[in-house]
DNA sequence: AAGCCGGGGGT
DNA sequence: ACCCCAGGCTT
């Protein structure tokens, strides 16, 4: 039997018959590169604590470590402790994340605190780790590994490009099809325990800096003379991908409410975009939105002017007609009138937050 | 299986 | 412009 074999079964072969050691030498081969070479000032790679490292691994979903730094040193210091996150509101669990993106992920972390506070214990191992909302399989992996020590497969995108070229595996990495191949590779491959913290952290270390989407730096690579994809010169062939729709726009319309030195804010709810943030209240007909607040709060005035809001969602393109009005008054409702100085503790999406900075509050912006 | 959910940096 | 990132959940 020959190693490297594309097909599934050829790995477990790799494996089980015990008979040709190469699939763990590269695993120690990886293992002894993320020591040498591999990432180590990340912050949340310093302890073993693992509500650090839930976090850690929520935050870094979908989202690259050097994003992430910051976020997870503020919503640290600001929830040092699995109880103190259950204690907080959830207004500023979701101001801690304002801008981070994938706001179902903060809200799902607050709600798994509350569900760990309340059984008094954090869970010790991945299958009560998957029990947490917002924690999959590769993420429960990630932390099952890197707090327990458990020997668990990861999947995340840097995993997937590795083992997609290690393996050349011909289905696309993003499909229900490919995943499964990849994640049985994914587990048929792992070593014995002793390696696995390094290992693991080696296939995420490597991705990142070595395996590059485009053009990786195979001469550096420690796994290069175990890999498929090299061996052809075909790296860049992998891993495939799905061929992508385009992006359909939409437009909408925003109202920027002004009085003094405040600003209307409402609560998002429902289903859509920024659920749980407060942001311009919307409509998706501006006059509809005009007559709206006309009668929600009398007195009313509409100036001339108008600002025009583009944003880049990753399945659509937005365009906002923001209206501005100057209000007397500032009732109560369903709403919060908020000041300049407490805009940066508001839980607001990037884009308004942005929109709101080059307005400084006048009402009058850019 | 496909769609939804953010934002920013790299190319 | 287009790509994708330490993915998971809903439909």
Redesign the pocket.
């Known amino acids: 039997m020959k190693c490297g074999n594309d097909a599934v079964g050829g790995i477990y072969n790799w494996r089980m018959r015990g008979e040709c050691s190469h699939g763990l030498r590269a695993a120690r081969a990886l293992a002894e590169w993320q020591k040498r070479e591999g990432?180590r000032n990340?912050p949340?790679?310093k302890g073993r604590d693992p509500y650090k490292i839930w976090l850690?691994?929520v935050m870094?979903?979908?989202?690259?470590?050097?994003?992430v730094v910051p976020y997870y040193r503020n919503f640290l210091a600001r929830f040092p402790t699995v109880a103190a996150l259950a204690r907080a509101e959830e207004d500023e669990v979701m101001a801690q994340w304002?801008?981070?993106?994938?706001?179902?992920r903060a809200a799902?972390l607050h709600r798994s605190a509350k569900l760990v506070a309340a059984r008094g214990a954090f869970p010790r191992d991945w299958e009560a780790l998957r029990a947490?909302?917002?924690?999959?399989?590769?993420?429960?992996g990630?932390i099952a590994v890197f707090a327990f020590g458990e020997r668990r497969a990861i999947l995340?995108?840097?995993a997937?490009?590795v083992l997609a070229r290690l393996f050349a595996v011909g289905g696309a990495a993003d499909?229900?099809?490919g995943e499964r191949v990849l994640w049985r590779i994914a587990e048929s491959v792992l070593p014995p325990r002793e390696i696995i913290r390094p290992y693991t952290?080696g296939l995420?270390?490597l991705?990142?800096t070595v395996c590059?989407?485009?053009n990786p730096h195979c001469n550096r690579c420690p796994l290069a003379k175990y890999c498929r994809a090299h061996k052809t010169g075909a790296e860049n062939e992998y891993p495939k991908?799905?061929p992508?729709?385009?992006k359909p726009s939409r437009q909408t319309a925003m109202a920027l409410i002004v009085c003094g030195e405040k600003t209307l804010l409402q609560k998002r709810e429902g289903?859509?975009?920024?659920?749980g943030?407060w942001s311009l209240p919307e409509n998706a007909d501006a006059e509809t939105l005009r007559k709206q607040w006309r009668k929600l709060l009398p007195g009313l005035r509409k100036m001339p002017r108008r600002l025009i809001l583009r944003?880049?969602?990753?399945?659509y393109k937005l365009t906002a007609e923001v209206l501005i009005f100057r209000a007397k008054q500032q009732p109560p409702g369903d709403w919060r009138w908020t000041a300049q100085k407490d805009l940066p503790q508001t839980a607001l999406?990037?884009?308004i937050r942005k929109l709101l900075a080059a307005d400084n509050g006048k009402g009058n912006a850019i």
Do not use: I
């Not at 870094?60 to 994003?67: C, D, N, V």
């Not at 304002?98 to 179902?104: D, K, W």
């Open positions: 990432r990340l949340w790679q850690s691994e870094l979903q979908q989202t690259r470590a050097a994003a304002s801008g981070l993106g994938y706001y179902r799902n947490l909302p917002g924690v999959g399989k590769s993420t429960a990630a995340d995108a840097n997937k490009r499909s229900a099809a952290q995420m270390d991705g990142a590059l989407r485009a991908k799905l992508r729709k385009n289903k859509g975009v920024w659920r943030l944003h880049e969602f990753t399945h999406p990037s884009p």
